[in-house]
Every structure is written in structure tokens, then in C-alpha cells.
């Protein structure tokens, strides 16, 4: 066992004895006995507090299964020492549990669906309250189609309710927008923002009415998660992502504030698997950790129908709609320049433009990737046998583009991006452009990509 997974290990347990708010002298001791097994050492623990929760359960993916089962279950022992696992105790043990131990333990017939937990700087250390929210990158018509069922639906609720949990789907928050008076709907909107005027309100009402699915999670969930969720989730389409917790690391650069971490587990739902079942799985082994569940005063007023709940997924949401849509500069691939030798890739924004410099196999390669998503059936470049060498490049073209465009948000949309064997682009392909050389003349002009002729 490597440094960095006794440390892990000194996190989670850590974690565990003060989920509940309560230093119990019992469950202390019990730590010291799991420090003294796994061969802890004071520094390793004064290292733990560095790292977030869902840091240090990736960490230990890489020792053997009845090791992550041991520690599991020292963690489950050390929770209910007191005689009463508390939500917060049991929602740590599932996410263990699913990641560490059952990674094929959600319905899907293709193959094991694998669980994996991430998390995203915050500065609020306030968890939110518990929700479960499906997601997907695609439109999926057969998953939708599902959740549009009430029966199912409403099922997929009340199981969520019954265990604490407040469920969010997309476009059942539209027809619930959709079904409030109009001017209440503008109050709501003024109250969050109170320099918004009324007609700005109307405005962003009707961009309420007309968010997708798709578009909810590229452009709320892009700015901090997208792209890890990209990174794990290889081909799998449609997802349940789950608040988990804050996780703090107090221990930080002399002088610094505490820097605080959102984490999300992510259940991944295979084309043949589907929402009821997943939901419930992940719900039964949450509650299998004990009988401590009240429903949340939040989800408990779900089907109210005349509240706005403000909270988690539903502030992001709000907070995206009530910001004004980026504008896109324009991505030109201008060849190379023959007063460097370099290959340029320019962003052209309304009042400026920027230029980045590639060397001729990163240009080649950024170029193959925008025209295979938006040509080939795949929607994206295979990896193939270039894994190796295409990580460095993908990496460097990334950097690149980062140091032009700032703003996360909108950068992402022109990095190529890991979708299990494709490496793809989610940008729109009319903002696309390439330097194209006319054939019946000397002369060179930007045609859309869909144009290009290679």
C-alpha cells in the first residue's frame, strides 16, 4: 500500500467519525485501531485533511477488490458504532460502496456500469440539500420518453421523497415554470435579481420555456463538470448525478482560507438499463446502511405546484438563465503562416481577435477532429492505436486555447474532448471556419467547415 492511499484512507475514516457533527470517544478509538491496521501515521493524517472525500476514494481504485471491500467495511463498522448511522454516515457508505466495491452492481445489460464520484471547487460550504438529477449529452429518446410516463415519473419521486432525496428532471421543471402565473414568475425573477427589469424577465422566461436536457448539462454543468464527467464516463449517454457532500481541506498554505469541493456521484445508465431501476438501486443501497430517513422539507413540498424551490440544480439552473447568453467568437483555421513557419488557429470575437501558433501535427490534428464530429457517423475522431501519442497533443491544444479564451465556459466548447473512444468538439459548426484555396484562382477565402474540401 502506497503513502497516498494510507492517506486516503485517513481521510475517509476521518470523514466518517464527524459526518454527524459528533467527535464520539467510541468511534475515535476505533479510528486509531484502522490507523494502527493500515500502518497510518500522524503525518499521513495531517496529509488527509489536504484532500477532498471523493480525491481520496479515486485514490484507492488501484488497490485489489478485498482491500477496497476491507476498508468499506471498517468504515460501515465505525459509522454505527454509535447505534445510529445518520444520512450523511449512510450516504458515504453507499458512494464507497458503489465505487469501491459493487461497480457492477446498477442494472445494465451491455456491461458493468462503473460508478465513479468527482467534485468541483466551491465557496460554499453549505452541502444543499440531497437531490438526484438526470443528465445526458445527447437527446435520449427511449430515456425520456420514461421519464414523460407520470406514472413512472412520479414513482421514480415518491421512492426519492421516501428516502430524503428530491428528484430533477429537466423538463418536468419546464412544465412546471410553464404552469405559473406570469407575473409571479417576474416577481420570482426580480426577487433573485433586483436590478432586472420587466421586460428582461420576459425574456428570460421565455428562454425557461426552451432549455433542453442536452443543453442544461453543456451549458450549467459545463463551466465545472462537464469535462470531468466526460473524462470517466467513456460511451454512456444518460446519467443520474447525485449531490453528495461539501468536503473542506482546512489545512491549506499558511494564511489561506479553507478551500471547499462540491462532489457528485455519478451513476451511468446504459442503453439498456433505464431511470426506475437505477434510481432505486442506488436508494436501496443507501438505505441498507439503516432506518434514519425523514423526507427533506424541500422534496416534501414537491408536489406543492405553486412554490419556486431555490436550491442545488434549480439555483445553478436559475443562475444560468439570469446571466446573459456568451457571445461566441468565430474559430478560423488559418493555416500556416509563411512569416513564422507556425500554423494558426484565430478567434474571432466582435471587437477583436486572437491568434494561437500550433505546430503542424497539433493543427492537423485539431482540424481532423472538427471535421470527423461533424462528418463522420461516429460524431467524433477515433483514438485508435494513437492513445499515447495523442495525449500530449490533445493536452498542449488545450492549454493553448485556454490562454485566448479565459473564460472555462466558453473555452470548453472549442477543446477537443474525451468521449470514450472518440475524441470530439461540442461546438456549434457554424462558428467553424478553414482557410480554403479556390480552385479556379489564386485566390484563398474561410468557408464553413461543412464546406471544406481537404
Do not use: W
Request: glycine share 4%; proline share 6%; net charge neutral.
Amino acid at each position: 500500500m502506497t503513502q497516498q492511499q494510507r492517506i486516503a484512507i485517513g481521510r475517509i475514516i476521518g470523514d466518517i467519525v464527524k459526518a454527524d457533527d459528533i467527535i464520539d470517544a467510541i468511534q475515535l478509538g476505533a479510528r486509531q485501531k484502522v490507523c494502527e491496521k493500515f500502518h497510518i501515521t500522524n503525518q499521513d493524517l495531517m496529509e488527509s485533511q489536504k484532500i477532498p472525500f471523493s480525491d481520496a476514494i479515486n485514490t484507492l481504485l488501484d488497490l485489489p477488490l478485498r482491500d477496497r471491500k476491507e476498508i468499506v467495511e471498517e468504515a460501515r463498522q465505525i459509522a454505527n458504532l454509535d447505534k445510529q448511522c445518520t444520512a450523511r454516515e449512510a450516504m458515504y457508505i453507499a458512494v464507497m460502496q458503489l465505487c469501491l466495491c459493487n461497480r457492477d452492481a446498477l442494472p445494465g445489460k451491455e456491461k458493468p456500469l462503473i460508478p465513479f464520484i468527482i467534485n468541483t471547487p466551491t465557496t460554499s460550504k453549505h452541502p444543499g440539500s440531497p437531490s438526484i438529477l438526470y443528465i445526458e449529452k445527447e437527446y435520449d429518446g427511449v430515456r425520456n420518453e420514461e421519464l414523460m410516463d407520470k406514472k413512472v415519473y412520479d414513482l421514480i419521486c415518491s421512492k426519492c421523497l421516501l428516502s430524503g432525496y428530491e428528484f430533477v428532471y429537466i423538463p418536468q421543471m419546464l412544465k412546471e415554470f410553464a404552469a405559473q402565473d406570469e407575473e409571479y414568475v417576474k416577481d420570482v425573477l426580480q426577487f433573485i435579481m433586483p436590478d432586472m427589469d420587466r421586460d428582461f424577465a420576459s425574456i428570460v422566461a421565455e428562454r425557461m420555456a426552451n432549455i433542453t436536457t442536452t443543453e442544461f448539462y453543456y451549458k450549467v454543468l459545463a463551466k465545472k463538470l462537464s469535462s470531468k464527467i466526460l473524462e470517466k464516463c467513456g460511451n454512456e449517454n444518460a446519467m443520474l448525478l447525485v449531490n453528495v457532500n461539501v468536503s473542506m481541506t482546512p489545512y491549506c498554505p499558511a494564511g489561506a482560507p479553507p478551500k471547499y469541493y462540491k462532489e457528485y456521484l455519478c451513476l451511468p445508465i446504459t442503453p439498456n438499463g433505464d431511470v426506475l431501476n437505477t434510481v432505486t438501486a442506488y436508494l436501496k443501497q443507501f438505505l441498507s446502511e439503516g432506518p434514519f430517513i425523514t423526507p427533506s422539507p424541500l422534496a416534501a413540498q414537491r408536489n406543492m405546484g405553486v412554490n419556486f424551490r431555490f436550491f442545488e440544480f434549480y439555483r445553478s439552473f436559475f443562475t444560468f438563465l439570469l446571466t446573459p447568453p456568451p457571445v461566441l467568437p468565430d474559430m478560423l483555421f488559418q493555416g500556416q503562416d509563411l512569416r513564422d513557419g507556425k500554423y494558426h488557429i484565430a478567434f474571432r470575437f466582435a471587437d477583436n481577435e486572437k491568434r494561437i501558433a500550433l505546430l503542424p501535427k497539433e493543427y492537423d490534428t485539431l482540424l481532423e477532429i472538427m471535421l470527423q464530429t461533424y462528418r463522420s457517423k461516429k460524431h467524433g475522431m477515433p483514438i485508435g492505436l494513437n492513445r499515447t501519442q495523442l495525449a500530449p497533443i490533445i493536452s498542449h491544444i488545450r492549454k493553448k486555447i485556454a490562454s485566448v479564451i479565459p473564460e472555462i465556459a466558453l473555452a470548453e466548447q472549442y477543446m477537443p474532448q474525451r468521449d470514450g473512444n472518440l475524441y470530439k468538439t461540442q461546438l456549434e459548426k457554424t462558428r467553424v471556419f478553414v482557410k480554403q484555396h479556390m480552385v479556379d484562382s489564386a485566390d484563398t477565402q474561410y468557408v464553413p467547415i461543412a464546406e471544406y474540401q481537404q
